[in-house]
């Protein structure tokens, strides 16, 4: 169903919400920067702008820092224990991009041997889109097949008109604002740039693409702002914190830019250079089966060298038609 209302009833209903619910939305910082964030008052809550939130939804599920066991061997029992907490309900708010984002994570922390904290913060948590009304400059989500507006997929979705909001529910499982007029209404076309993909399929050959290595290996900085914006990252490592007396373990964001990241015993490291550590990346942004870039252009936003993934498409793009 299709529902014609206006912000303040939005406003109203998001604020009934957070006495049942941690809710999470984008918010507008005093400088202007949108970020997602818990929400006290809906009257923090921006839903009036462009692109997307600087971090991701993956800050709320998969956290940076996550304590995996503790232990104290200082007294006369020893303890060692797993820290258990009950999951809060969720609802987060946010773009259909970092939507798609958040089913790749499931994909990746659900099959095989299921994360069980994973899954259980995602049992718990309810997804309401937020349409985009105009393309952010650094998007291009619709080359990955991400509609901007959500056609089918959704269960609430809500889209800025020039007259207020419509909202577009789908056996929600949720009480909706009490404001609403049902309406006929047809979304608008909207797209992003749509890039090629198909001149990223030999990205991993540095023989034929060695002139794009050396152009991103020299001007990135390994700040890493891009493995951790980027909202299907999920690489992690496993860390002891303390001493052999009292401590904890616990799991990190790793990157795959981080020359430690794959050294081994005695100091082998099977990617011996910076170039092959991106050619692994851009494979798994851009070329595997279930390649993990969605288009949401925080690379691109973060990276003071400006050699994000739509950068880096535009490159080989450019290289091709030479």
């Not at 209903?13 to 970020?35: H, M, Q």
């Not at 970092?98 to 659900?110: C, N, S, V, Y």
Request: aromatic letters at 10%.
């Amino acid at each position: 169903m299709n529902y014609q209302t206006d912000f303040d009833s939005i406003l109203r209903w998001i604020g009934s919400l957070c006495r049942s619910y941690e809710v999470i939305a984008p918010k507008k910082e005093t400088n202007g920067d949108i970020f997602y964030s818990v929400i006290e008052s809906s009257d923090e809550v921006c839903l009036d702008f462009s692109g997307t939130p600087i971090n991701t939804p993956k800050d709320f599920i998969y956290e940076n820092y996550k304590t995996l066991l503790r232990w104290d061997l200082a007294g006369d029992k020893a303890v060692i224990e797993a820290p258990e907490e009950e999951p809060k309900k969720r609802i987060i708010f946010l773009r259909n991009c970092d939507i798609k984002a958040i089913r790749l994570l499931d994909g990746w922390f659900e099959k095989d041997i299921a994360d069980e904290d994973y899954k259980k913060l995602r049992e718990n948590l309810i997804l309401v889109t937020i349409g985009c009304h105009t393309i952010g400059p650094f998007c291009f989500c619709s080359t990955f097949g991400v509609d901007p507006i959500e056609k089918e997929n959704y269960t609430l979705q809500l889209i800025k008109t020039e007259t207020g909001y419509i909202l577009q529910a789908k056996d929600p499982g949720l009480t909706l604002p009490q404001r609403l007029e049902a309406v006929s209404y047809r979304p608008k076309e909207l797209k992003t740039e749509i890039l090629d993909l198909g001149c990223s399929n030999n990205i991993a050959d540095f023989e034929q693409n060695a002139q794009i290595y050396d152009e991103i290996t020299k001007r990135c900085q390994l700040c890493d702002g891009c493995t951790f914006l980027c909202p299907t990252c999920t690489c992690y490592d496993i860390a002891d914190h303390g001493d052999e007396t009292k401590g904890e373990r616990v799991r990190l964001w790793d990157s795959c830019l981080f020359s430690s990241f794959t050294k081994m015993a005695k100091g082998y490291d099977p990617e011996p250079t910076f170039a092959h550590a991106w050619s692994r990346r851009l494979s798994c942004k851009l070329v595997m089966s279930d390649r993990s870039c969605i288009g949401c252009g925080r690379c691109d936003m973060t990276c003071p060298a400006g050699i994000g993934m739509k950068s880096i498409l535009m490159l080989t793009q450019h290289k091709e038609r030479k």
